[in-house]
């Protein structure tokens, strides 16, 4: 079994699926307690995954591989390092709890809501694990259609338009991103004489800078929709404001993670001549500090809850794509323990905007104000997660923001130091969130008799407050969880970069004081 372990974890929702297809449908609350514990046991078969990782091991753990389609070069490969360990383990936590918040919010259609949550926990985590690149677009796209239909059926009063507006822009990036591939694809039967899509083989292929510009460009569009990158994020306001709760933790935790790995897993060490080509690297760090600060700006004008949290993450995903293209081992690695940050973060803040939506059922800020005499703990958990997204120093903001500002420094201090004004513009409007709705005094009388958190909203929060710590206090493992593939990306786009960072500090001249002191 163990020598199969990520198949088990990546097909578990799957079989759940199957048998929740034979429940049946009148009887609801059956479907919801086996919906919650397949996601359950999706979550603890990949436990073993954290606690079996060789931190000290190059390369790609838990592989498996099989033929799939002999004939196309297809083949059933899967396998994790570092980066893709960390997002297993955040798909498979934030989908087992946003499945855990639809208890009492979803009462229409209850079958075919958790069927589709179901489906897409295995495309999501199969996008994460698959090394074969026809079988990570099998999955990609997998993805799409369960999302689409959580906003169209489940959503707000413009759902139709919201969940068609996502499926239409994600279509369009996963077209060019396929022309792409089909291009590496072609490149490698001309170099080599056979045809693969194995991302291990594809990286032996040997293309004159031009080509790689090209497909650089390609596959940015698929991925910087996913994230989204300014101009390009227009999408996800619209898809956050009307999709069920669930829908919008799910799709800000996980989904928007899929384009940062994109760049991370293919464009960086495919395309490593274009990875590094100035006006690329300024084009993209450019529109990573547009949105920091643009997305920010944003959120200060907003009225609507919802929708605040939602510019948000355009705004923090700017600091993600930001880390990976300083190209340095700080800002890489800074990146990806900030996707898992974000995760967090913005999960708890959309799950409190659920909490208080099903209560009152308005997301207008306005409404709001002295919650905090109301719902005292509901109020407590909002601080925590304010702050944590905040980046309150012992929080996992802090964490993230800080060592990708590091990297940015180092590749250009003026990248950090406009990139740092999103920082202070991210406390003022979380602030100003806090101190419109939670504090004062209680101006609405329809707020009077609202009932505080119950315990199985509690239980939804408490694994995410409890990671949050553990990241903010001791955030050792993860990095050396990411110091190899990390170090393997950094050397493959710059090779010798490394070696030269470290002759560097050994030359580095020694203070007088430290001097004297020896």
């Not at 940062?260 to 960086?268: A, D, E, I, P, Q």
């Not at 190209?327 to 909490?355: C, D, E, K, R």
Request: charged letters at 10%; glycine letters at 8%.
């Amino acid at each position: 079994m163990s020598e199969h372990l990520l198949s088990i974890v990546l097909f578990t929702p799957l079989a759940g699926l199957i048998v929740l297809l034979f429940l049946p449908s009148e009887n609801k609350n059956l479907i919801r307690a086996w919906a919650n514990l397949t996601a359950l046991a999706g979550f603890l078969v990949s436990i073993p995954l954290a606690t079996r990782f060789d931190k000290n091991q190059p390369g790609f753990q838990f592989v498996e591989k099989a033929d799939w389609i002999p004939s196309l070069g297809v083949k059933y490969y899967i396998g994790i390092d570092g980066i893709s360990l960390l997002l297993v383990l955040l798909t498979t936590l934030v989908g087992f709890l946003a499945i855990l918040s639809s208890w009492s919010a979803i009462t229409e259609h209850v079958k075919a809501y958790y069927a589709m949550f179901l489906l897409q926990q295995t495309g999501m985590i199969g996008v994460f694990v698959a090394l074969d690149f026809f079988l990570f677009y099998v999955f990609w796209e997998v993805v799409l259609v369960p999302m689409y239909f959580i906003i169209g059926v489940w959503g707000g009063p413009r759902k139709l338009y919201a969940a068609v507006k996502f499926f239409l822009y994600t279509l369009a990036g996963s077209v060019l991103m396929l022309l792409g591939i089909l291009t590496l694809y072609f490149q490698h039967h001309r170099q080599f004489g056979y045809y693969t899509f194995e991302i291990s083989e594809l990286m032996k292929l040997d293309l004159p800078l031009g080509l790689q510009q090209w497909v650089f460009w390609a596959f940015f569009i698929g991925f910087a929709i996913k994230v989204p990158m300014f101009p390009f994020h227009t999408w996800l306001p619209d898809a956050h404001t009307e999709a069920p709760t669930a829908g919008s933790v799910v799709l800000a935790s996980i989904l928007l993670k899929m384009g940062t790995y994109g760049f991370l897993r293919f464009s960086l060490p495919l395309l490593p001549k274009a990875s590094i080509d100035p006006l690329i690297v300024q084009a993209l760090v450019g529109l990573s500090i547009v949105a920091i600060i643009y997305g920010a700006l944003v959120c200060l004008m907003q009225q609507d809850w919802k929708k605040l949290v939602a510019y948000s993450s355009v705004s923090h995903l700017g600091f993600c794509t930001l880390g990976i293209f300083a190209l340095n081992p700080n800002g890489i690695a800074g990146s990806v323990i900030q996707q898992i940050n974000h995760g967090i973060s913005t999960g708890m803040l959309f799950l409190l905007v659920g909490a208080i939506y099903e209560r009152r059922h308005t997301r207008e800020i306005g409404e709001y104000g002295g919650l905090a005499h109301v719902m005292p703990v509901f109020a407590t958990v909002f601080a925590f997660a304010m702050l944590s997204s905040a980046g309150l120093p012992l929080l996992n903001g802090f964490v993230g923001e800080f060592t990708i500002l590091q990297g940015a420094f180092e590749a250009n201090r003026w990248w950090a130091a406009l990139a740092v004004t999103g920082v202070v513009l991210g406390a003022a409007y979380l602030l100003w969130l806090y101190q419109r709705t939670m504090l004062g005094q209680v101006t609405n009388p329809k707020n009077l008799g609202l009932p505080d958190l119950n315990l199985r909203e509690l239980a939804v929060f408490a694994p995410l407050i409890a990671w949050a710590v553990w990241i903010g206090v001791y955030p050792k493992p993860y990095f050396e969880v990411l110091e190899k593939p990390v170090a393997q990306l950094v050397e493959r786009v710059r090779p010798g970069y490394l070696q030269q960072a470290v002759t560097a500090h050994a030359e580095a001249p020694v203070a007088p004081a430290v001097r004297g002191a020896r």
